[in-house]
């Protein structure tokens, strides 16, 4: 049956699956703090928005095999190139999240902000970004799971993780290998999207709003 | 208080105050210190500054709005919550109950009172209020503005207000500034602005033609005249209510004049019908200003 691989190697699956979360969160790690610094960017320099917002949505549009072929001659094989591409690909949803939630934060209460006595920074970390969490992390939650599935590709560049059994299943003729695969990865993505909708439910913003409704 | 329609310039020129708008020329000194000799954050923490949807945190609770000021300044804890129970005191909301309240759970009028407690936190010498009953109904406004006297009566700072009601500039003001198209067209106490109005632009902008319009600007200590011997039996009025008020209770008394007395119910002048004609006429007041 297609189940046997996955319920006879479950320690096979559980350390292929630890990888895999390793080069998930790994790449989310880097590409956050880019996409971050290009939101922000974008959001405060309105001449550069739309060509940054135009360059991360045209990488999203190349396809990810051909991306990751496209990158092995210079990146060689590894973890390299698949953070490299996870970390491309994750930018789309990031920083169309932290601009969209950034513009979405009202004027008048960036104005008391600065009103108040915040210096620039201290508008943004205070005030600017926690208003905009919300959205923000709607955004990586998408990312997550996008990642989670992308990361399979890791597997044809021997980079590890859930793709390995994906690829040599494929390679074998060997169904049961490539559903133990799939069952995984579909697990771990429900997983981040729940973790994440929980974080979600935790910010300043929606405690704000629950207590509002609460009245 | 800066009074005015409606892109007068009055809240351009309050937000140059706290250099949230930079002038293109001149300069601005509070207490004879040019502001731009100030970092800007700094200058603000020492300017209180309330607006009029309030710009509450929505993020925050409470007690961490009215904190952020002390929070900037690196107050410690213990005198930052101390100071934060007092505010709320004294804007008529009970520390207790709401401190841990989020803004969305507060009415207009209460998220307006926190707004003022904020911008005192710090007790700032210099306030800056941008119609901050603007968006609230008539009563709460009413409250909102004794409150306001009340608090400024025991903490007595400066406060530029500004306002296009002109209600509320005269029952809240010391000093009225009349703006118009970005210049200033009168400066002066509410009664000189409404009995005295500097031309027709101030004139229509209070109302000045209409009697009782007037008559409900001016107190009645403006028209009082000494008191007569005999004082027995006549109807009193507030020293500082408006002579609207005393007309109405003149016509339905049918008393020939009234008493005017002081908060402690001492008379202190007396008021007829003829005294109230005599404030009507412009003529006597008006005859030395030329626009």
Redesign the interface.
Known sequence: MYLDYFLENLDVVGELTIEHIRISILALAIALPLALALGIIAVLLRPIRQPIMWIVGALYTIPSLAMIAFLIPSQGLGLRPTLILLVLYAQVFLVRNIVTGMIGVDR??L?????????PV?VLVK?WL??ALPVILAGVRITLTTTIGLAVLGGWVAAGGLGELLFTGIGTNNPSRVMAGVIAIVILALAADLLLRGIETL???A???R??S?? | MLLGPSGCGKTTLLKMINRIYEPTSGTIEIDGLDITSIDAPELRRQIGYVIQQTGLFPHMKVGANVAVVPKLLHWDNARTDERVRELLDLVGLPPDDYVNRYPTQLSGGEQQRVGLARALAASPPTMLMDEPFGALDAITRTRLQDELRRIHRRISQTVLFVTHDIEEAVSLADRIVVMREGSIVQVGTPLQIVSEPANDFVSDLVGAQDVLRRFSLMPARAAMEPLPEHVNGMPAVDADSFLREALGVLVESGAPYLLVTEQDGTAVGSLSMNAIQRAASPSGNQADHVS
């Open positions: 008048a209460v104005e008391a902000a600065q009103g108040v006595g915040m210096t201290q005030v926690p208003m910010t300043p913003v405690r704000a709003r207590a509002g609460k009245r």
